[in-house]
């Protein structure tokens, strides 16, 4: 079998065979062109992919930065609200002559006709007394 492979074996010159080699030598090349274009639209694409994946990332990260600091000020929101309500009540309060006469006492000492103020001393919780 070797003896056959080493033989030269003569082509035949026809037209039609002309024409099947020219007919291969296209498709070798179409299909070499479409391999490129496969390639570069496989690296195109990846390229592309990485891109939005990259961009979903960081902007699902910003996202969840912003819902963390919107539920931070929220919390801040309903604190200041609620410090606004109780200063709201001091102010009601404060136009209250009643209410002035014995915080003026308690804080200032100050006191009515004829009466004496005893300052006794809290104790402090952490004292041990004997």
Request: proline fraction near 1%; glycine fraction near 2%.
């Amino acid at each position: 079998m070797s003896s056959v492979k080493d033989k030269n074996i003569a082509k035949i010159q026809s037209t039609y065979v002309h024409q099947q080699e020219i007919a291969e030598i296209a498709s070798a090349r179409k299909r070499k062109l479409l391999f490129r274009r496969l390639f570069i639209f496989l690296v195109f694409a990846t390229v592309m992919s990485y891109l939005m994946i990259t961009s979903f990332v960081s902007q699902n990260y910003t996202l969840d930065k912003k819902v963390a600091q919107k539920r931070q000020l929220e919390q801040e929101l309903s604190d200041l609200k609620k410090q606004q309500e109780i200063l709201k009540e001091d102010i009601v309060k404060l136009n209250d002559d009643d209410y002035l006469a014995k915080l003026a006492r308690k804080e200032y000492f100050f006191s009515e006709n004829g009466e004496i103020i005893f300052n006794i001393p809290e104790e402090k919780e952490g004292k041990n007394t004997q």
